[in-house]
């Protein structure tokens, strides 16, 4: 973490400076806005905490419950949902609030006595090597409230106007024109309505959308008569597994995903309820009885039901997330988008509702700042649609699959070899799914942003497409070990992480030499879209990673451009250049395939996605690359 480059202030460094105009009482809702989010779930606020990080965006959040959220709803977070939040500071403390899931275990009928269960397989829950975070679990209500303090904590001072309802959004014809959000104020829209005007309005207003249903989006896909009942309980069981996450089958065709919750001794049980009635309205009591039943011949006392609720869910897809047709794409750009609930719909078997909901925003939110920074065309927000639809798809292909498998384990059978088959194929869907579970089956294809695998054979673990996967470094300017991947913050900023070639550094022959002459001179990207007085990695955050030990080469014999000088006294940065960690198996150079020889360049998106892998002499492919949706700066 680097603070005090705009001079030294005691207290907490995490609580920034507030931007000028900006202060803890935020104010009244004004008339007019850059961004208006709608909703306070996870999709919303994740994108509510980038732009707090910008005060001349003027962004506001609406929310119709008159509060935060307190207890219950999503729980489960990924290993790249983690990655994520480090990015704004917060992944240590998430997880050293959060349970770990280490294991999952599979329960079935025990094949000499179908009337009890029995434990029948365990499989690690994330792959060595896959991320140096782990799959955790922690109370959505407790997420929101990091993204929360991040917000207020921020130089905009960014709060929730709570008690806001949305009851209408309407999109005017001319594209100069900001688009009018109706809102209901105060509980029944007993404080009456205002109307907020917004360069762009992003709707994570839940499966029931309002902002969705304004500009004529609808799910596609189809429902479930299937109900789920949900409780966080406090319990005294003779369960063995009670502190494992758990997938578990009655041989009577009942199931529960068991998971426990942070803190030690609460449990979330989602309890299989069947297919009932569209009207019934299963009770508490009911989902207690029909858990006991499923855990047979084990015992489930509980003391205390922390949360409860029912729900129905099928597997959906809106047809596109932004307010343009196919038939506009040329004429216009979007102005109003969806994410979250408000896109896609699924069960929560494979635990990734939430997960994708934030990745949704994630990447909205920098093509937002780049935008109405002047940085890129409007046309960039084409790219959130594009990219993001496809993975929804994916999501609910892989929910229905694991519906099936868990489905075709709940038809009761006399055969115990049939019962068998089906719940090792559970197993043998949870281990080909680990990938995506753990949130890394995302790849963006070759498009505007993102560039071939040309040049892949120089990096090859860093495909384009992929999240950026991180390994320990050691920064040149103090030896620490750190994770290069942790440099990157959620900040809108583009990363170009630069791996030497086999020629010493100091060299004049060294290709990584030379990539920094260039992008030190007029030519360069960097300096093509960086406004003249801001400070040098504004918009380009340049990192380089050599072969040699940290004990051979100084930090102070790197190249200059390594060394800006930034902010109001002009102070060196000294945290631009790494070496490799030694030792077999640390060395990320072996670790991620980089072409000793020659090396290898690396950009990366804002949003933690390789874009592209080029030669440290790419200049050329560089510079077209970014020119394809960047502005040059005044």
Not at 286 to 303: G, I, M, N, S
Request: one cysteine or more; a negative charge.
């Amino acid at each position: 973490m680097q603070y005090f480059l705009d001079g030294y202030r005691s207290g907490d460094p995490r609580v920034r400076p507030a931007a000028h105009g900006r202060s803890d009482e935020q104010g009244a809702l004004p008339d007019e806005v850059d961004v208006l989010i709608v909703g306070t779930g996870p999709a919303g606020l994740l994108l509510a905490a980038q732009l707090s990080e910008f005060p001349d965006i003027i962004t506001r959040v609406v929310e119709k419950a008159d509060g935060p959220l307190q207890v219950g709803r999503a729980d489960g977070v990924n290993c790249r949902t983690v990655e994520m939040f480090e990015a704004f500071g917060l992944a240590d403390r998430m997880t050293a609030e959060a349970y770990w899931v280490n294991e999952t275990h599979f329960w079935g009928p025990d094949p000499d006595n179908k009337a009890h269960i029995k434990r029948l397989g365990r499989v690690q829950d994330v792959r060595d090597g896959l991320s140096e975070f782990p799959h955790v679990i922690v109370n959505q209500a407790r997420l929101l409230d990091f993204l929360l303090e991040h917000m207020r904590n921020s130089p905009s001072r960014l709060k929730v106007d709570y008690s806001h309802e949305a009851v209408k959004v309407e999109v005017p014809a001319a594209g100069g024109e900001r688009v009018a959000v109706r809102l209901r104020r105060g509980a029944d829209g007993a404080d009456g309505e205002v109307i907020v005007r917004a360069k762009y309005v992003v709707g994570c207003d839940g499966a029931r959308s309002v902002v969705r249903e304004s500009i004529g989006r609808q799910p596609q896909g189809h429902g479930e008569d299937k109900a789920w009942g949900v409780m966080d309980i406090l319990a005294e069981t003779d369960f063995p597994d009670i502190r494992f996450k758990a997938a578990i089958q009655s041989a009577h065709g009942g199931n529960i995903l068991l998971i426990p919750r942070e803190g030690g001794y609460l449990v979330r049980l989602y309890v299989d309820m069947g297919e009932i009635a569209p009207d019934a309205r299963p009770t508490k009591e009911d989902v207690l009885a029909q858990a006991q039943r499923v855990l047979e011949p084990y015992t489930l006392d509980v003391k205390e039901t922390a949360w409860f609720s029912v729900y129905r869910v099928g597997h959906r897809v809106t047809d596109k997330f932004d307010d343009i047709d196919d038939s506009e794409l040329e004429a216009r750009t979007p102005r109003v988008f969806v994410a979250g609930d408000a896109c896609h719909t699924h069960t929560a078997k494979a635990g990734q509702g939430m997960n994708v909901s934030m990745q949704d925003t994630f990447n909205l939110g920098w093509k937002l700042v780049a935008v109405l920074q002047g940085r890129s065309p409007a046309s960039l927000l084409h790219t959130y649609n594009s990219e993001r639809h496809r993975i929804a798809e994916d999501l609910i292909a892989l929910d229905t699959r694991w519906s099936r498998a868990i489905g075709a384990a709940q038809a009761e059978s006399d055969d115990p070899g049939a019962n068998m088959t089906a719940l090792a194929e559970i197993q043998r869907q949870f281990v080909a799914n680990l990938e995506f579970t753990a949130g890394f089956a995302t790849h963006y294809a070759p498009a505007l942003l993102t560039g071939n695998d040309r040049h892949l054979g120089l990096a090859a673990g860093f495909p384009p497409g992929r999240r950026f996967h991180s390994a320990e470094v050691i920064r040149l300017g103090d030896a620490k070990t750190v994770h290069l991947g942790h440099v990157h913050r959620a900040d809108a900023r583009w990363r170009l992480y630069a791996f030497a070639d086999a020629v010493d550094p100091r060299n004049p022959g060294s290709q990584l030499l030379k990539l920094m002459d260039f992008l030190a001179s007029e030519d360069s990207p960097v300096r093509r879209y960086t406004a003249q007085g801001a400070d040098p990695d504004a918009v380009f955050d340049v990192r380089a990673i050599i072969q040699q030990s940290h004990h051979d080469v100084d930090w102070s014999d790197m190249h200059g451009f390594l060394k800006p000088r930034k902010g109001p006294f002009g102070l060196l940065d000294y945290e631009k250049a790494f070496a490799p960690v030694p030792g077999a198996g640390r060395d990320i150079f072996d670790l991620r395939r980089i072409d000793r020889g020659v090396g290898a360049l690396v950009v990366v998106r804002p949003d933690q996605y390789v874009s592209l892998v080029l030669p440290l002499d790419g200049f050329g492919e560089l510079t077209d690359f970014f020119a394809r949706f960047m502005t040059p700066a005044p």
